[in-house]
């Protein structure tokens, strides 16, 4: 069976950097920050008192109002860079086969913000009023829904199912699209990833692991991956979602095409439940597992969107992990971690970075790493590697693969190159 060709065709994006895919990307290459103080609720008793929230966000400006109320926020975001990829693709919904259509989307945790509220609201008042939850609390918090909702807002009766793999959501999501519509499943798969986890649970959670950066002064410099004062990740929320696309259906409606999808890797630490593997050997056959998928040699990869969450084990092991599949040709690399400017958006991590490195392919310019300081160097990294440090690089990005690695020790790894006949 001749596989066939998956490209993409639309991308939509909510992130902390902006409520757009352009305007994500216009502050990216920039080098902005997406960071500042959590107003989401009351963090001055929390070690950690900041994240990369979305800011000014609407979902009355996506979606019905009355709608909107019966999602949690990560469903929001979802529904309001789906809105966007869909219009960017410029599909014509009145005559697409919409039986070829699906929706698969990666979501680490779901409705967090919605199990709070109703927890809470029935801790407060349960002795007085007995276990009163609104009948939307299930449907509003099940990780699935988001992709139910797309689905039933655009009448598409594809495959419709969400991945859940933590921080590597996202990108099995976007892997298993590729799949089904190489193997001739569906047309078109609307995917990416959503998450709202900037919750008191959630930074709680988070800081009793002290996964979390704490340097509450200078929010906007806390994420600083492959820095040797770095200590811990950033917090961040939104969306990432990518139309992706049978070649010759996007040929036959005169589709624009940003790029071609070749790859998809998947590969498990067996390690630790939180820690990745010291070696990187994950990471590797992840790695490894994608370029074969691809057929291409390590040497035809110009760019890594590398994990970079600006933790200590992590950052090291990838770039051990970098070495050791990619030898001489490492050194010729661009590598960045965009979450530098995001923070780490979680189960959508994945699908935003993705688009990041979509678009380094279209655009030929490379995201920076930003807040290296120059005398902040770890004496376990080699920085003779191009980490793209503090400003953006143009240069040409034939090809490039995009990282994503999640507690439970699930990695998966993505690869897009330039469109070509």
Not at 229 to 243: A, T
């Amino acid at each position: 069976m001749e596989l066939k060709r998956v490209v993409v065709t639309g991308m939509g994006a909510i992130t902390p950097l902006g409520n757009s895919a352009k305007e994500t990307w216009e502050n990216l290459v920039a080098g902005k920050s997406g960071a500042g103080p959590i107003t989401h609720f009351d963090a001055s008793q929390f070690k950690t008192q900041f994240a990369c929230e979305v800011k000014n966000f609407d979902a009355g400006n996506y979606i019905d109002k009355k709608d909107a109320r019966k999602m949690d926020l990560y469903c929001q975001f979802a529904m309001a860079a789906a809105k966007e990829a869909i219009e960017d693709s410029a599909m014509d919904l009145e005559t697409v086969d919409k039986t070829r259509i699906g929706v698969v989307l990666g979501v680490g945790i779901g409705g967090m913000q919605t199990f709070e509220q109703e927890v809470s609201n029935w801790a407060i008042n349960g002795e007085k009023m007995g276990p009163r939850f609104s009948p939307m609390f299930v449907p509003k918090m099940i990780a699935d829904i988001a992709a139910g909702h797309i689905s039933i807002q655009y009448g598409f009766h594809g495959p419709n199912f969400i991945t859940a793999s933590a921080c590597a959501s996202s990108t099995n999501a976007l892997a298993d699209a590729f799949n089904l519509i190489r193997l001739g499943k569906a047309n078109v798969i609307v995917s990416g990833g959503s998450e709202a986890a900037i919750q008191p649970s959630g930074v709680g959670g988070f800081n009793a692991m002290k996964a979390l950066s704490t340097r509450n002064d200078e929010p906007e410099k806390a994420s600083r991956p492959f820095s040797a004062s770095r200590d811990g990740f950033i917090m961040g929320e939104g969306s990432g979602i990518l139309i992706l696309e049978e070649l010759e259906h996007a040929k036959a409606r005169g589709a624009k095409i940003y790029a071609e999808m070749v790859g998809a890797g998947m590969s498990a630490d067996a390690h630790h439940i939180t820690a990745s593997h010291p070696e990187g050997l994950g990471a590797k056959l992840v790695m490894t597992n994608a370029l074969e998928d691809a057929e291409l040699k390590p040497e035809d990869i110009d760019y890594i969107n590398v994990h970079g969450t600006s933790t200590h084990v992590g950052d090291i092991s990838e770039v051990k992990a970098i070495q050791d599949v990619f030898g001489d040709h490492a050194y010729e690399l661009n590598i960045s971690s965009t979450k530098s400017m995001t923070g780490h958006l979680l189960g959508a991590a994945g699908s935003v970075e993705a688009m990041f490195s979509v678009l380094a392919v279209k655009n030929d310019i490379v995201p920076p790493t930003i807040n290296h300081e120059e005398g902040d160097e770890d004496p376990e990294i080699d920085y003779k590697l191009n980490f793209t440090f503090n400003k953006a690089q143009e240069r040409t990005v034939r090809t490039a693969l995009s990282n994503t690695f999640g507690f439970g020790g699930h990695n998966a790894c993505v690869i897009f190159k330039k469109y070509a006949e």
